[in-house]
């Protein structure tokens, strides 16, 4: 049993003497119950997606579990679509009825190019490096797009 | 259309925002000629250009829209970067007072509606002088909207050619700069400073054409252009283009493109705009701006964290078409001389103090001031306030020209005198280079001697032809090296003519 | 000196019964001898030395700095630590040592805290059981518990080999650890949908994640910067009020800080619940609520009854969809944030020169674990235009909903409420990692992730053991910036329950620090 000894004192001297919470303010069935997730039609993830995906967020899978990775997530948010928000303004901040915070226009940090350039793997002269810029991603080897495909 | 985005902050008049930084957005419409005659030539509808512009301008600010970190032109390479311009993990953006203040003030300037509330969002792209992989700024609801500004355009070559024209602002939007990327195309490179304070006025133009009634065409988007100048041939050259693949039956791509200023052309940029999505969202760690005015100023509220619109609306200096006008109609000047005042930084303020220290009308003050003195400093390369000569000086040459103590072009040599710099005063020099008008007893003996000297003349004058008279006249002048009243040696010598 | 808590250590600190070093050794050679839970990611021997040498001194010299002058503690490495390498066990930042404290850390530091490391956790605190971190699985010590061995020794499923072991929950599980196995007093985690409570219940550790905007986030590396907050895990409510009071306040470098001043308390002995009223909310019956926790549930709601407290069923009607709700703002905000990782300026950079694009991404696929791109993938995918109204923008809405459900049960005159932490006990690793992460954490922070959508304060408080001899917690959920009022509840609650803390079945070197406690105790 999951009461000890310790516990099982306490309930008594709170003067405990309710059989199993018969009379409890705690429900003691489930209010409700999980929904299978279902792939809605308009949200079907295809490789295309996963492609562009990938391109705008600049992180792979490159292999069919991430398909499945994402369109299960899609699943599992579209619940969100049985609740009626009519009306309803989204909310971006639980502070949103504080006023923000506002700085003093006063130099208090900067000069910690030092401290800063160490922290990177490339530097040159002041500079942090980056390999050359404005060169779209190569076009990925398309097995992967249409079958099962491995991870790379 | 015009959009402004303040990063550092600053409007179509000030520095340019990026670290902090405004941005206006407004539409307006531009017809190139050469458009409008192609198409008169294939005889179909006029093309006519619609232009929208994104001007970035640096606000005026100590520190960064959102850290506080030196903004600061020409710093030696990240040196003016803070832990959060570094995006290191865990820093967090703060809101720069001065530069909602700046926003504010931009956006009463240019006649926008101020949002007592508005949000922070993320733009989403990596670029790798944009270390958090998202620039803040204000998409959803920027901090002013709805603008119009109202200026006068020359129509001809003539300053009195003028035209009213408005552009409508669509919002002004505090805005994160990025850093700055320098390409190293031999060492296949790119160094990255995160400094962001360039100080230049920057503008993105949105340009289509269509026919005038029509829905507009496709747009292409002109990026980073850097000068008025250049702003102008990239969208004449992208007006004309587009309508030259439009009379060609081709079709306008949707595209980023530059203006490459050697070849006077804009070219596509190499980039993946085709499938950009920005991927807006809610920037999390600043709640909602709000400003207050007079009247929902709450109690008890530190006033250090309170932005009321009312207070800046006092700050704000007169507005240049509301200067113009006030100009023209207490001093009587024309419009043109009036842009010529206020263009000109301090000429304005300079010719009000020549006026507050002399009699003399400011008609005639005002032609010594854009003609005689910006000619001066134009030539010697100088800016108003290093001008050798001061208003007072100035006041004091006009007022002796006025008392007719001299004559105008003694009043010449006098100013050319005082542009060679030294102490003397207007009246100083005219004693020293004895440059003060000859009495009449001086003058009599001049107007004697001229007379003797040309029968001819004097001959020709009595036979009725007057405009010999002003043959005399100037050599009366010439004689007395320009010291003489003409108008006081037309009388003796009409005397001793006996006319 | 294991299960002592702060408020005793620093009495005796003060008294002179103990010393800082003496104490700091004392917690070392645990760390030690537990490594094999694999709490601790970074061990800062040397530099908590120097601390604990400095303490002392300032005790000899009459001089403490503050409560915590002294006493050793242990920081989620999620946490930016000047000087130590803050790694949010991934790759990714493997090596990244941070140039400054959190506003957290500072304070605590300030108050002359002796920081003994960095603890584990799911890489960038993505999942709840703190096994999803590249220096391997946090283990619960309860695993290593007699309680538990007693309770399943009869059992084939425990073996002496060390294969059957529970997690510790997450994504704070080395912080739970740490103090629920006595290496440190008081522990910092982050709770962004339940990871300080998670695993402060599966240790039997009291854990609060406070109000959002009452204490700074300057330098905690972010998951959902709407939602996460620095939490605090301690073995009492009484230190965790402590501890409250030493981080709460405006911070001018995070703008979602409340500027009203905080009025620390400190909370009675003798605590009246007649006044009280406690709902009930019956959502929190979720489905696969194990009948224990149920009956955990139902007993304390009749005991606060008994003791005179209003118990009311209520309804939190958007419960149901909070977690997903959760998921896609979390996700959203993880791709927004997880964008800075490129390698260009700190972190990991793979060795790619072909182009910016390539070598980000390359940095990002070696950088980031599966979980964290499969997180980048799914948010990213929300935040498309395409997508935005239909998901973020939606689950925007859903959350104003959730958030009033908590309003309109406060405002009708309800002053905390009572829900289990989680559904049961901790899971065995071998069974937790049969599912993927995203469906664990549905499970896991089917309770919790609420009050961070509503930003509302909660504390999850040790009430017993399960029939495995493992812990069980329950939640209270207070009003926003209401502390005082949900922590002296939790502390009533924590007095009547009497949780007896963890005793481990082997015998550790430091046992004789148990019998200390008991002298020093007798001497407060």
Redo the contacts between chains.
Sequence with gaps: MWVQKTIAKCWRTAGFTRFLSSQSKVPQNPTWRIEPETEAQDSHVTPELIDHLERLALVDFRNQEGVQRLQSAVNFANQLHHVNTDGIEPLDSVLEDRALYIRGDEVTSGNCSEILLQKAKSVVEDYFVAPPGNIPLPQKENEYLSTKGEDI | MLQVSCGGCALLLGPSVRSSQLCYVGRGWRTASTACKHARDTGSLPWEGVVGLEVHAQINSASKLFSSSQVKFAAPPNSTVSFFDASLPGTLPTLNKRCIEAAVMTGLALNCAINKKSLFDRKHYFYADLPAGYQITQQRLPIAVNGLLTYRYPTGKKWSDMVTKCVRIKQIQLEQDSGKSLHDDFMRQTLIDLNRAEGQLRVDANISVHHPGEPYGVRTEVKNINSARFLARAIDYEIKRQTDILNNGGIVQNETRAFDYKLGATIPMRDKEGKQDYRFMPEPNLPPLILYDSKTLPRNIDAGQVINIDLIKEMLPELPNITRERLVEEYGILPEHSFVLVNEDGLKEYFEAVVKMTTADPKKIIGWVIKNLLGYLRQENLTIKQSLITPSALAELVTLLENKVISSSAAQQVFQELCKGGNKTPTLIVKEKKLGLLDSEQLEGICQKIVDEHDEEVAAIRKGNLKVMNKLIGLVQKASKGRTDPALAKTILEKKLQL | MLGMSLREAAAALRCGQLNPIELYQKCLSLIKETRFLNAYINVAEDVALRQATEAEKRFRQGKPLGELDGIPVAVKDN??TANIE?T?ASQM?KG?????N?TVVQKLLDQGAVLMGKTNLDEFGMGSGSTDSIFGPVKNPWSYSKQYREKNSGSRTIADDDSDWVIAGGSSGGSAVAVSSGTCFVALGSDTGGSTRNPASHCGVVGLKPT??LVS??????L???MDVPGILARCVDDVATVLGVLAG?D????????DPFQTFTLPDDIDVTNLCVG?P??Y?????ST?T??????T???L???GAK???VSLP?T??SI??Y??LC???V??N??????????H?AN??????????AT??EG?N?VV??R???G??????QN?EK???????????I?DDFVKVFKSGVDVLLTPTTLGDAAPYEDFIQE?N?TRS?QEDVFTQCANM??VPAITVP?????RGLP?GLQFIGQ?FREQQLLSVAKWFEK?????PLDFYKHLENRDICQRKSNIASLL
Excluded at chain 3, 496 to 500: E, T
Aim: with cysteine; hydrophobic share 40%.
């Design positions: 946490f930016s803050t949010c930042l990244y040592i941070p140039p400054y959190a959002y905007g986030r300057h330098g905690l590396i972010p959902v910067n709407s405006h001018p470098l995070d703008s979602t800080t409340i500027q009930i019956k959502e019956h979720a489905p696969g609520l224990e149920l009956s955990l549930w139902s007993r709601a009749d005991l009854e008994d003791a118990v009311v069923e958007h149901r969809y997903v709700c998921h896609v996700t959203a905000e791709a927004s997880m964008a800075r990782f490129d390698g260009l300026e700190y972190g950079r790619v020169e072909d182009s910016t694009e390539a070598m980000y991404s990002r696929r980031f599966d791109r499969g980048i993938l799914s990213n995918f929300f935040l498309l235009k935005y998901y973020f923008l939606k689950a925007q809405k859903v959350r104003r909903l958030a993927d995203r549905a509503a930003g009430a017993g053991l399960s029939s069980l926003a009547q329950m009497n949780f007896c």
